[in-house]
T-cell receptor, first 113, second 115 residues
């Protein structure tokens, strides 16, 4: 069955540093991969989508890479701020682009002043 | 606000009760989803509706019964639940399957506790 692993349950970094979160998957070739942010008591909020034929995507301080050979996506937040503290989820499309997603358990990021 | 609302936000029910969760989206989307999020576990997809038709049932027990009367509304009817069904239930919407814009918009969730 499909499996998604996100690195370490929690990641602590200093303000201003770059946070790097990892998403590894097995047993599938997704059409795309998405990253979401979830704050306590709230639903996930979409951040970025990267397709299987794209290597890298950027949006402001966020950067996502996608290596379909390694079956891995990296999510970077540059110049991190305490307001970036949240849980970040990666989600894989397992339906060939038809919106059936499976999610990783998430990585809780804490950015300290 | 994401444009997806859910009511109630919190629900406590006994195992013999019947209750319903409601989701409404104001985004003009035609695909809607129910997810379950338990503590320390990934989001689990439960049901998918496209243009009011159910296109996915992820082996969900029959004590959960979805209903989609139109593209803007989605319900989850609950009956004879078990304590292990206690979780955060999230509704989401998106453009239809196969569309270019595949991001999903989530509601705030209903925190369900089954006693």
């Amino acid at each position: 069955s499909q499996k998604i692993e996100q690195n370490s349950e929690a990641l602590n970094i200093q303000e201003g540093k770059t946070a790097t979160l990892t998403c590894n998957y097995t047993n599938y070739s997704p059409a795309y991969l998405q990253w979401y942010r979830q704050d306590p008591g709230r639903g996930p909020v979409f951040l970025l989508l990267i397709r299987e034929n794209e290597k890298e995507k950027r949006k402001e301080r966020l950067k996502v890479t996608f290596d379909t050979t390694l079956k891995q996506s990296l999510f970077h937040i540059t110049a991190s701020q305490p307001a970036d503290s949240a849980t970040y989820l990666c989600a894989l499309d397992i339906s060939g682009g038809y919106n059936k997603l499976i999610f990783g358990a998430g990585t809780r990021l804490a950015v300290h002043p | 606000e994401t444009g997806v609302t859910q009511t109630p936000r919190h629900l406590v029910m006994g195992m013999t009760n019947k209750k319903s969760l409601k989701c409404e989206q104001h985004l003009g989307h035609n695909a809607m989803y129910w997810y379950k999020q338990s503590a320390k576990k990934p989001l689990e997809l439960m049901f998918v509706y496209n243009f009011k038709e159910q296109t996915e049932n992820n082996s969900v027990p029959s004590r959960f019964s979805p209903e989609c009367p139109n593209s803007s509304h989605l319900f989850l009817h609950l009956h004879t639940l078990q304590p292990e069904d206690s979780a955060l239930y999230l509704c989401a919407s998106s453009q239809p399957s196969g569309g270019v814009d595949n991001e999903q918009f989530f509601g705030p969730g209903t925190r369900l506790t089954v006693l």
